[in-house]
Every structure is written in structure tokens, then in C-alpha cells.
């Protein structure tokens, strides 16, 4: 018979897995049983015994927190209970009366003084009659004419027309003051040496004041001019006035 490793004539079987070897591969077992790897037990084997210790751990310590009971064992001892024996008389002591502390009066609350509320700023409806500008509405109620603007949404250089109606920002005051509109400057003509009479523009002049002022329509104005009502006039500008 030849050994199971090489063909030479086998010597020997081996005691464990029955292998012929000859005297190369084995000595008193084959090599492969004396091979550290294949003598070590496989996976199946080494998870049983993984299991088997992990439920005998489980069991010794069930055992140890909850013994059985032995037959014929009492699961419980009563022990008697002590009698105390007569034992030397102590004198109870005298109660000593303690006295009552007396209790202070209660304090009166101190009052909280509430402050007085103030009043909250409550704006002015105007309503812009002829001759009216943001400096003037503004000198006479005491505000700034950029904010007076400001508030009803428009800017220094927008035009005003009779009827509308302005908020005038103010602060909470006793009284509100009535609104005087502002007297329209008087109108000073420039003579021309031989032309219509021309007109130079200062600050809070309307067209509507400008045409009033000279008594005439306010459409030949604007017409001599090249304007419209929506045009805004400046310091300093010159208007011809229709004769």
C-alpha cells in the first residue's frame, strides 16, 4: 500500500484518522494529524462549546441566587421574639411648660405706585388750501418739512394741490393747534423794458398763488409758460405773466 502523501510504500496507519504514511509523513500518528491546524477543532465544534460554557455560566449562576430547596428544610426560621425582663425603674421627667414666642404684628403692604400712561402721539389730518407749501404747513405746526413729507409719502419737490389732505406728525401735547395757512408772498413783477412782465420765483410760491396774485387764469400761466400743473417751480426760476 502506498502512503496517502507520496507514492512510497506505507509503513505505519494512523491511530486517529486511519491514514497509511510512510515513515516521511508520520511518526507514531500521519503528519496531518500531528499539523497544529488540522488537530485544532473546527468552527462547528468551537461554537458548541462556546454555547455549552455560556449556558452552564447561566445555570452556576442561577444556582448561586436561587438555590433549590433541600427536603425536609425549613424555607424559613422564626426566630422568637425577645421579651424584655424587668428591668430598674427610671423616673419619667417633669414637662417643663415652654413659653409661647409672641408673634409680631404683619406688616402693612407698602403701596406700588403705578406710573401714569403716556399719551401716545396722535396725528393731524390737513387739508391743503390755496397758496399752501411743506415750509409753511410745517413753520405753522411746528414740524420739519422734510419729515412732513416723509409721512404722507412724498418729498419736498412734489406738488401739492387744494383739497388734499396732509398728517402732520406731532407729539403728544394738551391741545391741538389749529392749522393757519400760510399767507401767500405777494407777487413782485419785474418790468421788461419792452416785453410782457416777467416774474422771478421765491421760496413757497404755487402756481395757483403766482396766477392769483397777478389776477390771472391759471391755465394762460401755465399756457405763456409751457407748464403743467404737475411741473414744480423753484426759487429763482422766471415766469412770464400773460397781460
Known amino acids: 500500500m502506498d502512503c496517502y502523501a507520496c507514492d512510497q510504500e506505507a509503513t ?3 491511530s ?4 497509511l504514511y510512510c515513515g516521511a509523513h508520520g511518526d507514531d500518528i500521519c503528519a496531518d494529524c500531528l499539523n497544529p491546524v488540522n488537530a485544532a477543532p473546527s468552527g462547528a465544534v468551537f461554537r458548541i462549546s462556546i454555547l455549552a460554557l455560556l449556558f452552564a455560566s447561566v445555570l452556576a449562576l442561577w444556582l448561586l441566587v436561587r438555590p433549590p430547596s433541600i427536603p425536609g428544610q425549613l424555607s424559613e426560621v422564626s426566630l422568637p421574639d425577645p421579651t424584655p425582663g424587668p428591668g430598674p425603674s427610671v423616673s419619667s421627667p417633669t414637662a ?7 408673634l409680631p404684628p404683619p406688616a402693612t403692604p407698602t403701596p ?15 387739508t391743503v388750501v390755496e397758496g399752501d407749501t411743506f415750509y409753511g404747513i410745517a413753520d405753522v405746526f411746528g414740524v420739519d418739512a422734510e419729515e412732513l413729507a416723509t409721512v404722507n409719502g ?12 396732509l398728517v402732520i406728525p406731532t407729539v403728544a401735547s ?16 419785474v418790468p421788461t423794458a419792452d416785453g410782457p412782465l416777467e416774474y422771478t420765483v421765491v421760496e413757497g410760491d404755487t402756481l395757483y398763488g403766482i396766477a392769483d396774485s397777478f389776477g390771472v387764469s391759471i391755465e394762460d400761466l401755465l399756457a405763456v409758460n409751457g407748464l403743467t400743473e404737475d411741473d414744480l417751480l423753484h426759487p429763482g426760476d422766471v415766469l412770464v405773466i400773460p397781460q
Do not use: K
Open 12 to 14: 505505519a496507519s494512523c
Open 174 to 189: 394738551e391741545a391741538t393747534p389749529t392749522a393757519t395757512p400760510a399767507p401767500s408772498p405777494t407777487a413782485t413783477p
Open 16 to 19: 486517529l484518522c486511519g491514514n
Open 112 to 126: 406700588t405706585l403705578t406710573p401714569t400712561p403716556t399719551p401716545e402721539p396722535t396725528p393731524i389730518a390737513y
Open 96 to 102: 417643663t411648660p415652654t413659653p409661647i414666642p409672641t
Open 154 to 165: 412724498l418729498t419736498l419737490e412734489s406738488l401739492i394741490q387744494v383739497g388734499q389732505i
